[in-house]
């Protein structure tokens, strides 16, 4: 099945940056989206950006301006970067896959970004 390799979390000062990737192995070629989600603790999951086939982004009110996703499409890898992080962005953050229409979707086994004050 899909696989979604995860990388480029760790812990940064506030107002630093981080770049996630996200590479997905397998017969992803049904799926049409992919983004990232974050879970701070005691929270739920939210949705942070998604790419669309076609090339429309989608970002949290929260992030607008600060993070972009961008996507390499001949190696199948999503990234997102991350700047003018703030402490509020701390949480584990999980790359997605999904096809809109059947809502099949594959997640990654996330990472963690810690942004300190």
């Known amino acids: 099945q899909v696989q979604l390799a995860e990388s480029g979390g760790g812990s940064v000062q506030a107002g630093g940056s981080l770049r996630l990737s996200c590479a997905a192995s397998g017969p992803i070629s049904s799926f049409n989206a992919m983004g990232w989600y974050r879970q701070a603790p005691g929270k739920q999951r939210e949705l942070v950006a998604v790419?669309?086939?076609?090339?429309?982004?989608n970002y949290a009110a929260s992030v607008k301006g600060r993070f972009t996703i961008s996507r390499d499409s001949a190696k199948n890898t999503v990234h997102l970067q991350m700047n003018s992080l703030k402490p509020e962005d701390t949480g584990v953050y999980y790359c997605?896959?999904?096809?809109?229409?059947?809502?099949?979707?594959?997640w990654g086994q996330g990472t963690q970004v810690t942004v300190s004050s």
């Open positions: 997605n896959v999904r096809n809109l229409i059947s809502s099949d979707q594959y």
């Open positions: 790419i669309i086939s076609g090339g429309s982004t």
